[in-house]
């Protein structure tokens, strides 16, 4: 944390760059700051607020609009958001609603993405749509490891189809893991304890799936990348899953990897010059050099999306609160609460923020401003998971910001999200 002395200094400097905001029209400069990037990462400080899905929804609808974005990829489940990209595509065999799509989301925490603010955004993509040929027609998906089993569903749904002679091969190999159906934890636990696991038979399918997708005709192609994509879920969620237990660090990272491998896909599929939009929690978006994760050799989407894709081509935003509500649990898989965000610590990021005369604003980060001597000291920036306990506040991140974000968009009283029931 920064001298009190210098507490004035940071926040004159921050109410110098501060744009105030109220309407998705005040939110020009970040759209033309980004608009032409191949990557915007939008995050979160928390996995339950209200403002921070209102102002990527604005965001990202903008740059849909107005920059020809192609798709979303969201800190969600694959096979469980094809569902709302089939829907929002018109794609054969969907479902009638968003709502009716968002209903059928039942892994924790379901107030993620079955929320009302995701239905808005769905709702509005599905018209946005509707007027467009098949091939401009913005997709939203899951990037995430998890819902494996809803994965295992889907891709033996397609094997079952369209490569039967494989499929019982397929079934068979995908048993190892699917023995553990509904308890990923049992098996991790299994694995750490010794017994064998399931990596070479994943492994096996995920080789057999790149084998039948070589000779496809284009007509075929987008019903094997989404089987594919399948399969690389099922095996990463296994390698995850295996390491959590015995390493952190690994599986952490491993995570990661499968969240850039499943973007970089999408850019692929969308073809040369696409663009895509990302919605993740801070920890995954802004680069993880300029925060304490380094230390720990952890890195994440926003570091591998700069290191790889250039920094001139990605655009982060980072977001913060002062206080409010927030929808967490008070354990994995615990219940839903509204809990309350306590004040920001003193001397932290949002503490500093709190200060700027605005209640909402963004602040556009540029090289100079890494270098400014305010800012060459790590500033304390508080992050908020699915799991909360008031009493200890989240944990913070030490973090240089003009380094970590290109924007950073603060809200000073936050609301929680509505679940869909």
Known sequence: SPPEKKNPELVSYF???????????????????????????????????????????????????????????????????????????????????????????????????SNTDILELAEWLKQHNDSLPAERKTGFYGMDVYGHWDAMDDLLAYSKENLAEKHYEIENLLNCFAGRRKDEWQYARAVADGKPSCETKLQQVAEIMYRHGENLDSAKEKAHFRAM????????????????????????????????????????????????????HNSHVGDSRATSMRFFEQYNIGQLSRENLGEDNVFIAGFGTFRGKVNAGGEWGGRMKIMKIPKAQKRSLDYLLNKVPHPQFFILFNRKDRNHPLLKEPLNHR????????????????????YRYDALLFIRETTGLTQIR
Not at 52 to 66: D, M, N, S
Not at 79 to 106: C, D, W
Not at 387 to 396: I, K, L, R, W
């Open 229 to 280: 994509q399948n399969a690389l879920v099922i095996q990463n969620a296994e390698n995850f899953y295996r390491l959590v237990l015995q390493n952190s660090t690994d599986s952490w990272n491993a995570r990661v990897d499968h969240m850039w491998i499943t973007v970089n896909q999408l850019l692929g599929f969308y073809g040369e010059d696409s663009k895509g939009i990302v919605w993740a």
């Open 15 to 113: 109410t110098s760059k501060a744009v105030p905001l109220n309407t998705s029209a005040d939110l020009n400069a970040i759209i033309e700051e980004s608009g032409s990037r191949q990557l915007v990462l939008l995050g979160e400080a928390t996995h339950g607020t209200r403002e921070f899905y209102h102002w990527r929804a604005e965001i990202t609808k903008r740059l849909i609009v107005e920059k020809n974005f192609n798709f979303i990829a969201v800190e969600g489940d694959w096979a469980t958001i094809y569902r709302l990209n089939k829907y929002v595509k018109g794609l054969e065999n969907s479902m009638s609603s968003a709502l009716e799509v968002l209903q059928t989301f039942h892994r924790w925490p379901v107030w993620m993405w």
């Open 383 to 402: 992050a908020i998971g699915v799991v909360f306990n008031p009493a200890e506040d989240g944990s913070y991140v030490p973090t240089l910001p003009a």
